[in-house]
């Protein structure tokens, strides 16, 4: 009888996290360049009485790795990635990585995000172009051009096989493994005047948001029904 409740309470636990996630994703449905979260659980079983008592882990969180929808916008200063490389921004706590491509010229020249964060060449320094100079053309490699001169390349990495990707910043991300620069651009490169949308699908996170309701709700029974069965056994022992 006591497992049961063990078992529900991991269940509830379990839902209440993916319940977190999916809410979290419906808040981002329209963040530019957002990556869905996803999770993963798995099966523990415990062996320490006679019959074995299988419980849900509390789940692994992923990004998924989906691109999201690319919007023209006609404007000069943004930029999509196509494939799966990323946009790299100096921030004050170090680099971060980007899918968000929106774009704003400081007095300076420096290309920043929308926060004042600088986003970053091929060598790892920030992109100025002359706040004079007429509109910058980028080609599919990440190269600008203003007035005919070249101006330099956005840096494009690339998440090696197996980096755990966690969350900084608006839609950006850091790596626990070093990203590589991306030198192939026959199926990777930067679209200029589009934005890439979050790749959230809102109907469908609903639709698991209701499921995960319906399910809490379910293990929400299932323990309060252990829970009386537990105080009439008590009643019964005690002869009341």
Not at 31 to 55: D, K, L, P, Q, Y
Not at 202 to 211: K, R
């Amino acid at each position: 009888m006591q497992s049961n409740i063990y078992v529900g309470l991991s269940a509830q636990l379990a839902l209440q996290k993916r319940l977190d996630t999916v809410a979290n994703n419906v808040a981002n449905a329209s963040t530019a360049g957002f990556r869905a979260e996803e999770m993963s659980f798995e099966e523990v079983i415990s062996r320490n009485g006679e019959n074995a008592v299988s419980f849900v882990s509390d789940g692994k969180t992923h990004l998924s790795t989906e691109g999201g929808e690319l919007t023209q916008t006609g404007n000069p200063l943004d930029i999509a990635v196509r494939g799966d490389a990323w946009l790299a921004v100096q921030t004050p706590t170090g680099i971060v990585y980007t899918r968000d491509g929106r774009m704003q010229m400081n007095k300076d020249g420096v290309l920043t995000n929308l926060v004042g964060d600088p986003f970053l060449d091929a060598g790892g320094s920030p992109i100025q172009l002359d706040p004079q100079g007429g509109r910058p053309t980028i080609n599919k490699a990440g190269t600008i051009e203003q007035d005919g001169n070249n101006i330099g390349a956005f840096g494009l990495y690339r998440m090696p096989q197996g980096a755990k990707l966690s969350r900084a910043a608006g839609a950006s991300v850091i790596s626990d493994l070093p990203p590589v620069p991306e030198i192939d651009f026959l199926r990777t490169g930067v679209v200029q005047g589009y934005v890439e949308k979050s790749n959230v699908n809102p109907i469908l996170e609903m639709t698991h948001l209701t499921t995960l309701q319906r399910s809490f709700d379910a293990v929400s029974k299932v323990l309060q029904d252990t829970e009386s069965s537990l105080q009439d056994s008590l009643k019964t022992l005690a002869g009341s």
